[in-house]
């Protein structure tokens, strides 16, 4: 298995922009986290989907951000208008319900994110 | 609030050398807890999952140990390599909260030689 795909790898974008990330989970997996991490938060969870369902979105930061699932093979993670305070890296990772229950988490390479 | 703290936050050791990093917990009803090991510019492996019914795991040189009782969590690495530089993080799932974790800061270890 090719693990979490990520794109962009690298975005750099001014201030005001829209910005889309993009994230293909690993093929089975049932569960999607987005992450941010920042040298000042560290790694944030900002949003997470079971079944392609928003379960919790509690840690976005605000409402310029968005994300979606239409499909279990897809999500993206949308800033609308970005800002510089935006600039962090973007993770997400994928996970699946074993017999055991174990959910491990598995984490794409991510996305660096410059806000200018 | 559950909150994860990792000491020391960063590491220096001569190779060879035998070490154990600690993560702490404040609420001790965890589902399990994962050490993760992340490279300079890269995303984040997983090394071990612990369950909270266990004591213990162990992948090569590596052994994760839980007490959750007193909500802790040792990373044992043996016979440290330069490869082993990068900064280790662990993070808790609580019961009950979903699949949500809640990351420690990590602490940055170098090994060298």
């Given at each position: 298995d090719a693990g979490v795909i990520q794109s962009p790898r690298h975005e750099v974008t001014e201030m005001g922009q829209e910005v889309t990330l993009r994230c293909k989970p690993i093929s089975g997996h049932n569960s999607l986290f987005w992450y941010r991490q920042t040298m000042m938060r560290g790694l944030e969870l900002l949003i997470y989907f079971n079944n392609n369902v928003?379960?919790?979105?509690?840690?976005?930061?605000?409402?310029r951000f968005s994300a979606k699932m239409p499909n279990a093979s897809f999500s993206t993670l949308k800033i609308q208008?970005?800002?510089?305070?935006?600039?962090a890296v973007y993770f997400c990772a994928s996970s699946l319900a074993n017999q055991r229950g174990s959910y491990e988490q598995y984490f794409g390479p991510g996305t660096r994110l410059t806000v200018t | 609030k559950q909150e994860v703290t990792q000491i020391p936050a960063a590491l220096s050791v001569p190779e060879g050398e035998n070490l154990v990093l600690n993560c702490s917990f404040t609420?001790?009803?965890?589902y399990n807890l994962q050490w993760f090991r992340q490279d300079p510019g890269k995303g984040l492996t997983s090394l071990l999952l612990i369950q909270s019914s266990q004591r213990e795991q162990t992948s090569g040189r590596l052994n994760a140990s839980l007490d959750k009782s007193s909500g802790r969590s040792t990373l044992y690495i043996a016979a440290?390599?330069?490869?082993?530089?990068a900064t280790y993080l662990c993070a808790v799932r609580v019961t009950g909260g979903g699949n949500k974790l809640t990351f420690g800061t990590g602490t940055q270890l170098k090994v060298e030689l």
């Amino acid at each position: 298995d090719a693990g979490v795909i990520q794109s962009p790898r690298h975005e750099v974008t001014e201030m005001g922009q829209e910005v889309t990330l993009r994230c293909k989970p690993i093929s089975g997996h049932n569960s999607l986290f987005w992450y941010r991490q920042t040298m000042m938060r560290g790694l944030e969870l900002l949003i997470y989907f079971n079944n392609n369902v928003p379960i919790d979105d509690s840690g976005m930061p605000e409402d310029r951000f968005s994300a979606k699932m239409p499909n279990a093979s897809f999500s993206t993670l949308k800033i609308q208008p970005s800002e510089p305070r935006d600039s962090a890296v973007y993770f997400c990772a994928s996970s699946l319900a074993n017999q055991r229950g174990s959910y491990e988490q598995y984490f794409g390479p991510g996305t660096r994110l410059t806000v200018t | 609030k559950q909150e994860v703290t990792q000491i020391p936050a960063a590491l220096s050791v001569p190779e060879g050398e035998n070490l154990v990093l600690n993560c702490s917990f404040t609420d001790s009803a965890i589902y399990n807890l994962q050490w993760f090991r992340q490279d300079p510019g890269k995303g984040l492996t997983s090394l071990l999952l612990i369950q909270s019914s266990q004591r213990e795991q162990t992948s090569g040189r590596l052994n994760a140990s839980l007490d959750k009782s007193s909500g802790r969590s040792t990373l044992y690495i043996a016979a440290s390599q330069p490869g082993d530089s990068a900064t280790y993080l662990c993070a808790v799932r609580v019961t009950g909260g979903g699949n949500k974790l809640t990351f420690g800061t990590g602490t940055q270890l170098k090994v060298e030689l």
